[in-house]
Nanobody, 127 residues
C-alpha cells in the first residue's frame, strides 16, 4: 500500500540543474532509509544516493559526489535530489526507493535492500 511518486525530471543542457522530488505515503519513511537509483538506456539500475531516516546521514555514488545533494522532509514524507553541473552521462530514468527494514553497512547501495519503488522520472542531459 506504500506509494512513491517521482517528479521533476526533464530535459536540461549540460552544466544545468534539476531538482527531483519523491512523494512517499506511509509513516515508515520517517524512520527508514530512502534512496535514489538511476538506469541509463540499455544499462543496469545503479545506486545514486541514499539518506537515513533521520536525514542525519547521506551517501553518494562517486560519480555524483560533489554535484548532487539528497535531502528529505518527514512531514509530509518527501525526498529530494538536487542535481547540479549535470553531464550527458547523467541521462537516465531516476527511481525513488524506500526501505521497510533497517539498512546497515554499505547495503544502502543494493537494490534488494529497498522494498518500495516509484515508477521513475526521465532525466535527459544534452551535450
Amino acid at each position: 500500500q506504500v506509494q512513491l511518486v517521482e517528479s521533476g525530471g526533464g530535459l536540461v543542457q549540460a552544466g544545468g540543474s534539476l531538482r527531483l522530488s519523491c512523494a512517499a505515503s506511509g509513516r515508515t519513511f520517517s524512520t527508514n532509509m530512502m534512496g535514489w537509483f538511476r538506469q541509463p538506456p540499455g544499462k543496469e539500475r545503479v545506486f545514486v544516493a541514499a539518506i537515513s531516516g533521520s536525514g542525519a546521514s547521506t551517501y553518494y555514488a562517486d560519480s555524483v559526489k560533489g554535484r548532487f545533494t539528497i535531502s528529505r522532509d518527514n512531514a509530509p514524507n518527501t525526498m529530494y535530489l538536487q542535481m547540479n553541473s549535470l553531464k550527458p552521462e547523467d541521462t537516465a530514468v531516476y527511481y525513488c526507493a524506500g526501505a521497510s527494514k533497517p539498512v546497515w553497512g554499505f547495503r544502502y547501495t543494493a537494490l534488494r535492500e529497498y522494498d518500495y519503488w516509484g515508477r521513475g522520472t526521465q532525466v535527459t542531459v544534452s551535450s
